[in-house]
């Protein structure tokens, strides 16, 4: 069973907005992270925030984490028609396997 | 460098056949990991090997699902007298774990029809 729920299910923006994507998990976590997939290929990793960090940032991307709500945000800012893809957060539970469990995903478009 | 490649990429099963799926990860890469992800869903946890040992089978949904990885490099994926739930894309990823950070590099996905 999946650890994950994100929220919205699904999110249509136009380019140049921001997207938030917010994602709750149930567990103690080591660290939770995001992946990008885009229709019909692999996941893509965007961004790994630890346990102990409340927020990072990467390019457009800022990721936050609030381990009492047990929950995280990711905001892409200044949104891109190429940012279209599912968006899925994933938690690491143990360090010693790095196995990761996902949420449901997000799918995101945004329109030209 | 090369990344994670998954052969074949599509596969058409009659049930009851039985299927083999190969991951080879990025080279050096100790951990590798075998998920399954349903249509619409996120990926679901199968099955983990640090090099050839295989520590964690606890997502493995029956005893037709067998993995291995004989050599510490490739993996094979093997499912037995297919059902149509087995039905999925099938995702390998692999890991050089460093300290707290697991990035996991996935490669395409073999997508499996059970007819």
């Known amino acids: 069973s999946q650890q994950g729920e994100e929220d919205p299910q699904a999110l249509s923006i136009q380019e140049g907005e921001n997207a938030t994507m917010n994602c709750s998990y149930k567990t103690s976590i080591n660290n939770l992270q995001w992946y990008r997939q885009n229709s019909g290929r692999g996941l893509v990793h965007l961004i790994l925030i630890r346990s102990n960090e409340r927020e990072k940032h990467s390019g457009r991307l800022r990721v936050t984490l609030d381990t009492s709500k047990k929950s995280s945000s990711l905001l892409i800012t200044a949104s891109r028609a190429a940012d279209t893809a599912s968006y899925f957060c994933?938690?690491?539970?143990?360090?010693?396997?790095?196995?990761?469990?996902f949420g449901q995903g997000t799918t995101l478009q945004v329109k030209p | 460098g090369a990344g994670v490649s998954q052969s074949p990429r599509y596969k058409v099963a009659k049930r009851g056949q039985d299927v083999a799926l190969r991951c080879d990860p990025i080279s050096g890469h100790v951990s590798l990991f075998w998920y399954q992800q349903a249509l619409g869903q996120g990926p679901e946890f199968l099955t983990y090997?640090?090099?050839?040992?295989?520590?964690?089978k606890s997502g493995l949904p029956s005893d037709r699902f067998f993995a291995e990885r004989p050599e510490g490099s490739v993996s094979t994926l093997k499912i037995q007298r297919t059902q149509q739930e087995d039905s999925a894309v099938y995702l390998c990823a692999s890991s050089w774990p460093g300290q707290g950070y697991h990035e996991q590099y996935f490669g395409p996905g073999t997508r499996l029809t059970v007819t």
């Open positions: 994933a938690t690491e539970t143990s360090s010693n396997t790095g196995k990761l469990i």
């Open positions: 090997f640090q090099n050839e040992a295989q520590l964690d």
